[in-house]
């Protein structure tokens, strides 16, 4: 459950969701909150399932099963109360290509019932620098710019919750690393769930991780802590001058480690049991032995292995 | 109520920067006055009941033409889940919609014929009773084409589908009477004959306002506009 701290109810809650169409399950007993503030991402393959969570959260379709809750009110049942608190960023994102992106934006705040519409749109324009691209029509636009129009629309009403479909694809660099930056920007104020299927868009902008596979949660922490969470053994790099093929059977002879294998160049990459530092033990090996110790050092897993991971051990079971 | 006309506005002004609207008018235009100039000299009546009548496969064609990427295009762009994640109602969405192209077909459709009575001003005297009339049924036969279409073009992502479904859905209201020689006598062709929309309208094109007919149009644009909001609703149990 997340760790930060709470001034009250969690602005979303989510239990025991559940959505099918026909015989297809797409979400299957989901359950999660988001507290003020934080910045959740869903991670999980195409077809997981975060599209359709994201539809029922702003109320496009309801659920089969379960409830969800934005800011306290139901997101079936008082379906406009939820809508006028969140802006969303579908995945296709919906704009009017024969509209200029000042009257489109206005339209936007209008629908929203921004009360300075101007102000707002004007506001927006800024924080997505599309501002000298006022006038110019929709249809006419770059898809980065598009992006960055939809964005602008998601939050020309400053809902409490931003929910956002795959913000950053089809951007460049430089303006994935504007959109990140912006989306950082807006913790604390605005409640932010974004889905993504890029892992590094995850750790660099989110607080919590929910993965999601196959409709169901399958992980959810920090992106840090589900690092550690998922390792079920440390993992060692050794690397060694003299690389010798008995060397993995040596070093399993060592108590707690559990595999040695040889990667390329005198490389070894050792599990041990989870929780125990073998480090000194294999140090003492390598220099008693005469390997001639070059590096020996823990491996964290990075997030995309703890995604693969989490995602293909799902799929075994 | 105010973001259903925000609605209606946007689709008002997303005709004038769109050609369909120009090239429906002009058309209808184009059709409209040879038809009226012909029965014209020909009747020498300062009427618009025969150019009124007559003007039937105008709406057949054109009334889907105006609607059919009102609702179909948007669920193509995926626009639609802006709308419908929007504080509105699908009703309104709808309706605003609606509007839109209701307005639009009083500007671009309705409008210009006043030129026409201007005409028989000038070189005759027409009975005004009969022609208000007459518009009244010109207005409510719009609203209820248009609905129709309104309702086609929910059905598709594909404008050109949801105008021969909107095309053919009219044709067949326009025919149904037409129908009752093969039902033979019977509770079913009396329901045909009450569906075909020319018989209610053709009251109104000679002068005589009967609430029957009245509540024949109200009640065809209120069912296909209540459709098409369904078919929005669907993706609510699909």
């Given at each position: 459950m997340p760790d930060v701290t709470t001034n009250g109810a969690p602005t979303i809650q989510v239990q025991n969701l559940a959505k099918w169409y026909g015989d297809f399950t797409a979400l299957d007993d989901v359950s999660f909150d988001v507290q003020k503030g934080e910045i959740v991402g869903f991670l999980g393959p195409n077809g997981a399932g975060k599209t359709t969570t994201m539809r029922i959260l702003t109320g496009y379709m309801p659920p089969s099963s379960g409830t969800a809750r934005v800011a306290g009110y139901d997101v079936f049942n008082d379906s406009i109360e939820v809508r006028k608190r969140i802006g969303y960023l579908p995945e296709t994102v919906p704009l009017y290509t024969e509209m200029t992106v000042w009257d489109y934006l206005d339209f936007c705040a209008r629908l929203r019932s921004v009360p300075d519409r101007d102000a707002a749109v004007e506001r927006v324009m800024e924080m997505t620098s599309i501002g000298e691209r006022a006038d110019t029509l929709i249809g006419k636009l770059s898809k980065g710019f598009r992006q960055r129009v939809g964005i602008a629309q998601a939050l020309v009403h400053s809902p409490e919750v931003l929910i956002m479909d795959e913000p950053t694809i089809g951007l460049d660099p430089k303006q994935i690393i504007d959109i990140r930056n912006l989306i950082r920007s807006l913790a604390g104020e605005h409640t932010v769930i974004l889905s993504t299927h890029i892992l590094p868009e995850v750790s660099q902008t989110c607080s919590r991780v929910l993965i999601i596979n196959d409709g169901k949660i399958v992980a959810e922490d920090t992106p840090e802590r589900l690092g550690a969470r998922v390792r079920g053994a440390e993992h060692i790099r050794?690397?060694?001058?003299?690389?010798?093929?008995?060397?993995?059977?040596?070093?399993?002879?060592?108590?707690?480690?559990?595999?040695?294998?040889?990667?390329?160049?005198?490389?070894?990459?050792?599990?041990?049991?989870?929780?125990?530092?073998?480090?000194?033990?294999i140090a003492a090996m390598a220099v008693q032995r005469g390997w001639g110790l070059l590096e020996l050092r823990t491996v964290s897993l990075s997030l995309e292995e703890v995604f693969l991971k989490l995602t293909t051990e799902e799929a075994a079971q | 109520m105010k973001?259903?006309?925000?609605?209606?506005?946007?689709?008002?002004?997303?005709?004038?920067?769109?050609?369909?609207?120009?090239?429906?008018?002009?058309?209808?235009?184009?059709?409209?006055?040879?038809?009226?100039?012909?029965?014209?000299?020909?009747?020498?009546?300062?009427?618009?009941?025969?150019?009124?009548s007559n003007m039937f496969f105008l709406f057949v064609i054109f009334a889907p033409a105006l609607t059919m990427k009102q609702l179909a295009e948007e669920q193509r762009m995926g626009t639609i889940e802006l709308l419908l994640t929007s504080?509105?109602?699908?009703?309104?969405?709808?309706?605003?919609?609606?509007?839109?192209?209701?307005?639009?077909?009083?500007?671009?459709?309705?409008?210009?014929?006043?030129?026409?009575?201007?005409?028989?001003?000038?070189?005759?005297?027409?009975?005004?009773?009969?022609?208000?009339?007459?518009?009244?049924?010109?207005?409510?036969?719009?609203a209820a084409c248009l609905a129709l279409g309104m309702f086609a073009s929910s059905l598709t992502q594909n404008q050109a589908i949801a105008f021969i479904v909107g095309a053919v859905g009219l044709l067949l209201m326009w025919i149904a009477d037409v129908a009752v020689a093969i039902v033979g006598p019977g509770a079913v062709s009396d329901a045909l004959t009450y569906l075909a929309l020319p018989r209610h309208f053709n009251d109104f094109f000679q002068g005589m306002i009967d609430t029957t007919n009245l509540v024949y149009a109200l009640s065809v644009v209120v069912i296909f506009l209540f459709l098409a909001t369904q078919v929005l609703q669907s993706r609510r149990w699909r």
């Open positions: 050794l690397q060694v001058a003299q690389a010798a093929p008995d060397i993995p059977a040596e070093l399993e002879k060592i108590q707690g480690v559990l595999s040695a294998q040889a990667q390329a160049d005198g490389v070894y990459e050792i599990e041990t049991n989870l929780g125990s530092d073998r480090r000194a033990d | 973001n259903l006309w925000t609605i209606t506005q946007r689709e008002v002004k997303a005709y004038f920067v769109s050609p369909i609207a120009y090239v429906v008018s002009a058309a209808v235009l184009v059709m409209m006055s040879v038809l009226f100039v012909a029965i014209l000299l020909q009747t020498r009546d300062s009427s618009l009941r025969p150019l009124f504080p509105v109602h699908d009703w309104q969405v709808v309706l605003g919609k609606f509007l839109g192209s209701f307005i639009l077909f009083v500007v671009m459709w309705l409008v210009p014929t006043l030129f026409y009575v201007l005409i028989l001003q000038v070189f005759g005297s027409p009975d005004y009773g009969s022609i208000l009339s007459a518009y009244l049924g010109f207005l409510l036969i719009g």
